[in-house]
């Protein structure tokens, strides 16, 4: 239910900030895509979600309407026509497509929200560089690759930006606002406005590896992975430290198996590979025999711990 909260108070105050941006594309129709889709879309501005494959485009409709669906019950429980309406204009604002530079052809901002893979987003900028408008924003939802290696392929460097979302979006308030090396004052602007127009709260950070978030979370997620791997504590009790010892509301070993093991040995093997000499990005033995082994946390039914399979 607080869930619901969060995503209320996001509607009702995005209409208090006004955006020049009223047409975004999202490219990436999945959890993350289409969740920046959904909080677009209730913010007012038209949007087109792109993604190559139709039945994920399926999916991401059938799931944005059933999240609009609980909203309206929690914003408008006392009127429910009122709910009615909010969800169907919402819906109505955003068309899907399958073809990154149509779906670009005249948008004021586009955000990629696709695999965390530098070549596929630089074959993919390179076709939007060119068939989006020149006024448009280019923008990547990356959270661990350099904004400044993925612009280094478009002509519009000074209109492109990092802005990073958490999942699951219409819940989470936080939004990152990247600063390329080349992105322009107006640019960097504009992409705070429009954060604040969908309802996020907005930070900025360089371009520094992983940004604010994760530049914090993931080394310590892999200390506590390397205390564990040297015998220092059990799982639980580094957990349970955590907890109750610094306020967290996850231990790191349960936040590792949340997000998947494989997430985080993939950003550590990426950082390594760009800064070699920095300790904290040093590889993990435990991480990557439990990777090998397919236990991925929560999703495979085993990390640091084991879990029951949720009854259908």
Not at 67 to 92: C, H, I, M, S, W
Not at 103 to 130: M, R
Not at 279 to 304: H, Q, R
């Amino acid at each position: 239910m607080s869930q619901f909260r969060v995503i209320a108070r996001n509607f009702s105050s995005s209409s208090a900030v006004q955006s020049a941006i009223k047409n975004v594309t999202i490219i990436g129709g999945g959890l993350m895509g289409s969740g920046i889709a959904q909080v677009a879309a209730q913010a007012g501005q038209n949007v087109t979600l792109v993604d190559v494959s139709s039945d994920v485009l399926a999916k991401a409709q059938k799931s944005i309407s059933t999240n609009l669906g609980r909203v309206a019950k929690k914003v408008y429980k006392d009127n429910p026509q009122e709910g009615e309406k909010f969800v169907t204009e919402a819906l109505g604002r955003i068309k899907t497509a399958t073809d990154p530079a149509e779906g670009a052809k005249n948008s004021d901002l586009v955000v990629e929200a696709i695999v965390e893979n530098l070549d596929v987003k630089h074959k993919l900028f390179k076709q939007l560089d060119a068939a989006a408008p020149a006024h448009a924003i280019l923008a990547s939802n990356t959270s661990s690759l350099s904004i400044n290696e993925i612009s280094s392929v478009v002509k519009r460097k000074d209109k492109f930006g990092g802005l990073h979302f958490f999942n699951p979006v219409p819940v989470m308030r936080l939004l990152e606002v990247v600063r390329g090396a080349e992105t322009s004052e107006e640019t960097y602007t504009s992409m705070m406005t429009w954060g604040k127009s969908v309802g996020k709260t907005c930070i900025t950070c360089k371009d520094t590896p992983g940004f604010v978030v994760n530049r914090l979370l993931v080394p310590y997620i892999c200390e506590a992975i390397r205390l564990f791997e040297r015998g220092d504590a059990s799982a639980r009790d580094i957990d349970i430290a955590m907890k109750l010892g610094a306020g967290y509301p996850m231990g790191p070993l349960e936040l590792a198996d949340y997000v998947g093991l494989d997430t985080n040995k993939f950003i550590l093997d990426g950082w390594h590979k760009k800064y070699p000499n920095e300790p904290l990005f040093s590889p993990i033995p435990l991480l990557n025999k439990l990777v090998a082994e397919g236990k991925l946390g929560v999703k495979t039914g085993e990390g640091f711990y084991k879990y029951e399979k949720k009854q259908k």
